[in-house]
């Protein structure tokens, strides 16, 4: 069965730099997706993607983060300036164009923001 | 964001019993629910989904109950299996923007 592959699965960085993380949706996919679950919380929708931008944000997804499909496969996330409370799951998922409107996601990348 | 509730944190069954797990959401133009299943260290798996022009889906042991003038759904798992032990959530979405607003799950236990 097609897969949303995330790498890596864990990422700890320190406050201040900056992290990207990657997906490779399903190849037919065209709507491209992140969330992100912070421990204890609800899974929150960041941003959607598609047709090459950004389709909708969310008050999340500040000045800090950006998303990029820099080639045929990848879909990333990067978030240029880390903060404490930017440590969560961040689930990556991708959806077909007609007909589906079950998401397939990724297994999320860990961040940890020391 | 308060959109979609899932008021049970947790839910324990026996195997073999009926699981039902329940959801409310507060926005009128949410017109498709859908409920995952999440394994730890996994994301959410897509498991069954209604749209709002119908009150019931079924697929196999799961079955969703819509019942949009009370804005709540529920799922029904039977028989319950030790499998099926894992964060339910809910999630809804409009047709305009496919965004996805999520409960805060229900952590299912079936117990042998």
């Known amino acids: 069965e097609p897969e949303v592959t995330q790498t890596p699965s864990h990422q700890v960085t320190q406050m201040g730099q900056e992290v990207i993380l990657r997906c490779v949706p399903i190849?037919?996919?065209?709507?491209f997706y992140w969330y992100r679950q912070i421990l204890g919380q609800k899974v929150e929708f960041l941003v959607s993607?598609?047709?090459?931008?950004?389709?909708?944000k969310s008050e999340i997804f500040d000045d800090q983060f950006s998303v990029e499909r820099p080639d045929g496969s990848n879909f990333t996330l990067k978030i240029r300036s880390t903060k404490l409370e930017d440590s969560a799951m961040y689930f990556c998922?991708?959806?077909?164009?007609?007909?589906?409107?079950?998401?397939?996601f990724g297994s999320g990348t860990r961040l940890t923001v020391v | 964001d308060q959109q979609v509730k899932q008021n049970s944190p947790s839910l324990s069954v026996q195997e073999g019993r009926i699981s039902i797990l329940n959801c409310d959401y507060t926005?009128?133009?949410?017109?498709?629910f859908l409920w995952y299943k999440k394994y730890p260290a996994e994301g959410p798996t897509f498991l069954i989904s209604i749209s709002s022009i119908k009150d019931k889906n079924e697929d196999g042991r799961f079955t969703v109950f819509l019942n949009k003038s009370a804005k709540h759904l529920s799922l029904h798992i039977v028989p319950s299996q030790p499998g099926d032990s894992a964060v339910y959530f809910c999630a809804a979405s409009e047709l305009s923007d496919y965004k996805l607003s999520f409960g805060a799950g229900t952590t299912v236990t079936v117990r042998a």
């Open positions: 190849s037919n996919h065209l709507y």
């Open positions: 998922a991708s959806r077909v164009t007609t007909g589906g409107y079950g998401y397939t």
């Open positions: 926005n009128s133009m949410f017109d498709y």
């Open positions: 993607f598609y047709n090459n931008e950004i389709s909708e």
